[in-house]
């Protein structure tokens, strides 16, 4: 407006100048120098004033201009702000989500699959930081325009701490998972091994060198029933291998090696206490067997012995007759040829017996029991050579007795039938006589 006053100011200032020129010739020389200052001050003032006011009004159109791209820019800066705190917010939302579902997943795969989810909203969570960044940037940007910014502030704070609580969350939900599955793994592992010592307490004994075939057998059995009952330990060690391969899914390489590590270490020790159960049993079978045939030839030997001791000590020298006698005789000197003949045997048993000792690894007690019978023997020969060498010489003070019987018995009955003839009566003196010289 004041512009468009200008011609008004400029028609003006033309009249004073005309009039001015006019009055000048009717005055004096020095009102026309002091009409002429004032004509050349207002024309100053004139241009000064036009020059001024161009200038404000180019200053005043710039500043509009200013004004309203400042105005375009913020509401272009507070719209995309607007539109990024509703994605960030839509974003953490998910992201929230997705922890809740996390946290139920708590044992074994279900574990993992857990650990899986917060990892993946965590590393969403750490790309997003360039977003909360960002909005912090928007606001510093918008804070520029001198507005009323506290509601936008307030929402940019609140998603900030948003964003860092739950990024923590994620964090400890990762950490929580890869606990729980390396408690388990561990505990599995614990578990297997607290078996393995159990195992190898039960079976101890088993390895111990058997006195006897009672004590193989029961170790046989035992081992038998162990193997048999094996998947308890399989459950275990597959327990092991199992938690394994969740923390490994997981955990950072050298973690994983440590892991694995165990896991071989546990299929070692499987497959070596199986092996030398396995053996052991093999062992056992064999050694059972062995004993089994030793037994077979010890027993009906030491039947035999007894047998005959019995009879030995059962056998007396006061007989009734020489017959007996001698019948006792021919049945000592029968058990002698029978002691003699097991010598034969005693040193196949006492070959078996230290086969057994040297290796089966079985225990003393065979060889022990072949010493016994061969003292058993050899005492029972002595006895039954004691007594037939009695029983021989009883016989033969039998014998003689009765040759010395059977020569009396033949002087008595040749001198009776001396006697008879000599009693017989006679006439003729010289038979007489010499009868009486026979008799004599």
Known sequence: ELLDSKQRGRERLNRVQRYGAVARDYTGSGGYEAMEREEAALLSSWEQWERAALQTRASLETAL?????????FSSLSAQLEQDLQDFSRQL?????????????????????????????????????????????????????????ATQSERVSALIKDYNSLSLQATRECQSKEKVLDQGFRSAFREFQQWLVNAKINTAKCFDAPQNLTEAASSFQKIQEFLNDKEQGQSKLNAVIVNGELVCSIAAKDKTDAVRGKMNTAREDWKNIMSTLHNRETGLQNLILQMKEFEASADPLQECLNATELAVQESSTRLHDLTAKKLELQKLQSVLEDLASHEVQ????????????????????????????????????????????????????????????????????????????????????????SRMIKLE
Not at 65 to 73: A, F, G, K, L
């Open 93 to 149: 939302q998910g992201c929230r989500l997705r922890l809740g579902q996390a946290e139920k997943k708590n044992e074994g795969e279900e574990a993992v699959k857990g650990w899986q989810m917060a990892k993946e909203t965590l590393d969403e969570l750490i790309k997003a930081e360039a977003m909360s960044d960002r909005l912090k940037t928007q606001l510093n940007d918008l804070c520029r325009f001198s507005r009323e910014m």
């Open 346 to 433: 005693l040193n196949k048993l006492k070959e078996k017996a230290q086969l057994l000792w040297d290796e089966h690894s079985a225990g003393k007690g065979f060889v022990h029991r072949v010493s016994q019978l061969s003292s058993q023997c050899l005492a029972l020969t002595n006895l039954t050579k004691e007594k037939a060498s009695r029983i021989d010489r009883i016989v033969t003070e039998h014998q003689l007795f009765s040759q010395g019987l059977d020569e009396l018995q033949n002087w008595v009955a040749d001198t009776s039938h001396m006697l008879q003839t000599y009693s017989a009566p006679t006439a003729d003196k010289s038979v007489l006589d």
């Open 65 to 73: 201009s200013q004004i309203s791209s400042s105005e375009q820019e």
